[in-house]
């Protein structure tokens, strides 16, 4: 018998028709003669709700007891649409991330999977029960609950979809599918009919939130058969996969990423290990560092500056000031008003006008790039954050046609 894996965003579950609509959705497959695994989201804006909730009490507040709070979100909606697929008349039963068997490690609010134990869900499914999983969260070695990152959800789904070996995993959204770049942003954005793993991990790396990385990354590794597609809209969505047919577009996504944070270090003494030991230091508090951009030399002190997420900023800011003992005194500046916009595409490899072109349009759009960072299949650039929207768009237009 087929198995399929369904999973649906916040928007998807926000309301109760919405709920009813993936209960349709959900029982048509069903009564086609799959056996079917859901997983939901939060409802609508649920996850920041909580947070916000939980800031009116404390703004730092433990990361324990926060994916003790968001784990409540998903919980809401697998009893909900198990209800409304119970009112339908097919047995269904809904089971918390825990009851799934989801073993995360212990880092709470960015917990990864370790393994899927899916013992329950698969006796469940022997039984013809559709089963209805909480996604987003896990429970760690000492048994407390936590989470996998914001829009863990994909991640929930695709794991499940790995471990059970499932015939085909569908992420339903509030788009028809992955486009070349956000369609609420960018008018001019393209519809993919297929994706590769490797330019979506980027392009989801990059700030496009349609996946979460990680589910990108796990579909990659267990090659799960993928799909993104609209809730709202039956029609065929886009395939994400290894291998892809030839396509005449020179890059495949235009991606915005504004949780980034420039931190400068000045007056740095220019000699060898002092990247080395300030780098190092970073590593060891787990601060993922991302752009990093060295000036040239001049009286014995260089600059280097390097880009954080937001939550690590401050992290980031105690490691320096723990530096300039090992290193020597040296001024810190942070920017918050910096965006990363990226375009991605394996296409680039074997085209050097690439970067010139994306250059081009952002100086014909009078915005201007602080940093410049490259990798095979991808360019980024950090430039001002109110300029971010306007640079995505000016690009898409040069490249998509
Ligand atoms: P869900 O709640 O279903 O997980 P998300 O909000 O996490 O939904 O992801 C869907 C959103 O991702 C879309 O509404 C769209 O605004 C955004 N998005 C960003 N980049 C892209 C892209 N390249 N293609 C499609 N959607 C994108
Ligand atoms: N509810 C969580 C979030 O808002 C997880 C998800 O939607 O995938 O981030
Ligand atoms: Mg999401």
Redesign the pocket.
Known sequence: MKLIVQK?????VANADRIRNVARIVTDTYQKGANVVVVV?AQGDTTDELIEKAHEIDPNPSKREMDMLLSTGEQISIALLAMAISKMGFPVISLTGRQAGFFTDSNHSRARIKKVDTERVEKELDQRKIVVVAGFQGMNRYDDITTLGR?G??TSAVALAAELKADLCQ?????D?????????VKS?KKLEEISFDEMLE?ASC??????NRSVEMAKKYNVNLE?LS?LEDKPGTKVKEVTKMEKLLIK?V?KDDDVVRISMIGLPDRPGTAFKIFSLLAARKINVDIILQSVGRDGTKDISFTVPEDSCDAALAVLEEAKDQVSDFTVDVDRDVTKVSIVGSGMQSNPGVASKMFEALYEADINIETISTSEIKISVLIRKDQGVKAMNAISEAFIK
């Open positions: 649906f965003g916040g928007s998807s989201s829009g959800s994909d992420i339903y959204t509030d788009v599918g992955i486009y070349t770049a956000d369609p609420r942003l954005a392009l700030g496009a939130q349609v996946l979460h993104v809730s996504g991606a």
